[in-house]
């Protein structure tokens, strides 16, 4: 789960000049194929969502959109998204204290155990949940008798979505707060500061940025994620289905142009949080380099 | 801080929505139809009608929600905690197993409405490109080799169930009851399918919109309702000499309106399924009225087919479904190594 | 040691933050995910060997596997590539490539194997032209691989990239200096270098694909024994209401994302071990 664990580093690469030695030619063809190799996999694809999602023009495309159904799903898909992604960053800011600033005998496996979910098929996912809140299930008669509805309502769309989104806050924060060590909280505290006090003066600046960034790649699953919601939905039309859900709906009722215009809103969507990605890494880099640039005069005098 | 600041105020918004939901779901007595997937549209319309039915009768205001997905997979989310109050499924096999796993519904609940509990049948048929440039008349043409056939996976897919049931019961009707040649005319016919599409309506998507494929077996309804939005221009109906009677169940599920106290409405709405006007209504979304005076009404628009029906030929869905579709039976014999 | 502890033990806070961790923990991944062991418990090792020693369970987790390996290869390749690119050349638009990358990750799984299947069935904008050369992309063990190898693309390329940007330039100068050409250089120092991060994205994608479902189904084409991925017969399973059935098929896959986890995580801890001693 490297994903960004050494973005941190990567901010370096801008205060030098990167030797270039191959002939231009090699560079062209590697370029080319990578070009080429992207086009295939990845423009092509987002070409066909938004080529498909215009077919009948864009009256129709603002159209499936204004249509109750889709609405609710979009509401839905926040509404899940809201929930999910600020429990996962208070867990992520819990574990990460906890595993970076400590030493513990078991943190590989405690490592391990908090990515498994990324790696867990969503179709497992799903069926968890249904396991152990299902009529069949552990707590199902029991919940039935208390009257409260776990899967098939909101709250199982929401705790699956927390599950498949569990890692990525935790894992962006873990090798940031270990790289930088422990020395700056202990001088806060040599200095007076109070745990609470450090943790929000000296801990939660430095790591902001990772933060934030874990926060939108976790925000981008939530919003997204389809199989293990699919399977604890219950898909009842404007009540439990998420935007991918309806995706899938409209694609089955062969309206094409509308599953695709929906599909289309979750692309932007998935864009946005790329666009918001670019700006929070370019702000870090920024502040990096300030930095430098700081101390490099101080060293100069 | 930003960071508290974004969270507060993104627990904020969840907690204005919290609340909105919590309003939103206020009427007077709402019912959730669990259905699979072709019925979205007759529905649509049976629902809007039905509504204004009760309300014309009890001064009710009922509400219908939906849910549709793969019949099987349906009828599992009721057993885990699906509070549907009625189901209507593609197969009775769906509703035996809310009995069997759930004690949901009554063991008898296929008896407790007329016709087996299907207020409407179908039959399977055939799509074609236009102008039929394959020469596809009957089951026989589907088993020629080079011919592509596009049909869903029995094993997910409840239409897919009665598709290959019609193919075997047209070779065991023609052979005069052989079921070492009705096994060898399945084989036969799957090995012309390239693609097992986990849904009916995939299937459907990839014979349409993929281009793949001869020929798409499926319900004679959905193939009506095919070539009348996706194009006349460009697909046929071909209907065979022989098939089956497709028969999709409908029942009320006891446990849920017991303790909902909704027997009456989930009641009256399945029994209207069966008045002149449910019943107009399912002919015009294409299927088979079981009412006399709608079928003669309707009867220019299903082609007359010879049609047995599951119980006569295959001794009923427990039956079949053991034989043909669980793990090991004859769907899986067929596709063991070295065959292929 | 000793001192080391003492300056750790100096921070509040471990109690509190590690007890929510492990609660949270527990409640969200560990108790749900023991449920599945629970239902798997319910049958006979015999019973259990059974199902997941089927032909066709077999062969789903030989495609599984297979294609998943495969296309955490073609990433692993091209990936590299990219990266590469990305990190040393200069080219237009190539902010937005580089923000584009992470694309995969945010779409859901069900539009992507929606517009993969539009776009390399036969009639599609890249399937018809590999069709009269005689390639079956869509519906075919290929189409898995299209889709695993879309999924799987960040992952690598993200990994990567850092690794790239962190290479001290003056070491290939050295290199270049002492008489290696290019392609030794590349072989012998930047290669090395990148290993670890380049084999931890290759596992990352390789986790990532072994349990997709979404966007696989729709180009598969699921045919028995040959394009049936075994995230598929969980739900095969589940609709003859066969639950110990599922979950056993479940648990294999289980085990295997989490050694491969526990594997990436012991070759990082490892690797930034052996940074720190050699920095």
Redesign the interface.
Known sequence: ???????T??V??TL???????PRWV?GA??A???G??G???????A??FT?ALRKGLGAYLESFREPDALSAIELTLFTAAIAVPANLA?GL??S???A????VGK?????????????????SG???V??FGL???LGPWLAEQDIKIIFAVPGIV?AT??VT?PFVARELIPLMQEQG?EE??AA?LLGAG?WQ??RRVTLPNVKWALLYGVI?CN??A?????AV?VVSGHIRGRTNT??LH??IL?NEYNFAA??SV?SL??L???F???L??LVEWKRREEVSHALEAAAAEEGR | MFISRLTNLISGVGLAMAMVYTVAAKADVEILNVSYDPTRELYQDFNQAFAAHWKARTGETVTIQQSHG?S??QA?AV?DGLEAHVVTLALAYDID?LYE?GKLVAKDWQKRLPHNSSPYTSTVAFVVRKGNPKKIKDWEDLVRPGISVISP?P??SGVARWNYLAAWGYELKRTGGDEAKARDFVTRLYKNV?????GAR?ATTTFI????GDVLINWENEVLLTVRELGKEKFELVVPSISILTEPPVAVVDKVVNKRGTREVAQAYLEYLYTEEGQEIAAKHFYRPRLASVAAKYAHQFPKVELFTIDEVFGGWQKAQKKH???GGIF?QI???GI? | MRI??K??S?????G???G??MV??GA??????S??FF?TAALSWGEFWGIIS???VL?SYRLTFGASLLAAGINAV?GF??A??????P?PGK?L????????????????G??????Y??????GRWLEPLGIKA??SPLGVT?AL??IG???VV??L???L??LE?EI??AA?TLGAS?SQ?FRRVILPAVLP?LI??FG?AF??A?????SV??IS??????TEI???L??????????A???AI?VV??AA??L???L???L??WSSRHHRKGA
């Open positions: 789960m490297a994903l960004v664990v050494a973005r580093v990567s370096r690469r030098r000049q990167s030797p270039v030695d191959e560079q590697l370029i194929s990578s070009l190799f992207l295939l996999f990845l423009f092509a694809p987002l066909a969502v498909e867990f819990a574990a204290w906890a595993i600033k400590f030493n513990f590989s496996i405690l490592v391990t155990l908090i990515d498994l979910p990324f790696a867990v098929s969503p179709v497992i069926l968890i949940f396991l152990l069949q299930g552990w705790l927390i599950f569990f422990t909280e202990q505290l745990g450090t943790f790649l981008a699953r919003m997204g994620e389809f199989g699919s935007m991918p995706v899938e694609y599953a695709f599909a979750l692309t969507l998935a864009l949080t790329l666009a990605k670019a | 793969g099987s997979k599992r057993i197993a796993k996976n094993k997910t390239p693609v097992l599409d986990s995939g919109e993929r281009g793949i579709f669980n793990d899986d596709y063991k190594p292929q | 080391s502890l300056q750790h100096v921070l509040p806070g471990f509190l933050t590690l929510y961790t949270y923990l969200i991944v560990l108790i749900p995910l449920a599945l239902k089927e032909p066709r062969a091209f590539i990219v590469w690119t990305l990190v040393r050349y080219f902010r490539v580089d923000a584009a990358v992470d694309l995969p990750f945010a779409l859901p799984t069900a539009v992507s929606i517009a993969l299947t539009a776009i069935a036969p009639n599609g904008w890249i869509a519906f299209i190898t879309f693309l960040p992952f993200r990994t990239q850092p690794a940007e962190e330039p290939e100068e270049a290019r250089t991060a931890t994205g990352l986790a990532r072994v349990g997709e479902y979404g189904v729709f084409g699921n045919m028995p024994m040959r075994a995230p598929l969980i739900i095969t399973k589940l609709e003859q209401y066969d639950y059935g599922a979950t479940a896959l289980l994302s989490f491969l986890i526990l990436i995580n012991l990082e801890w």
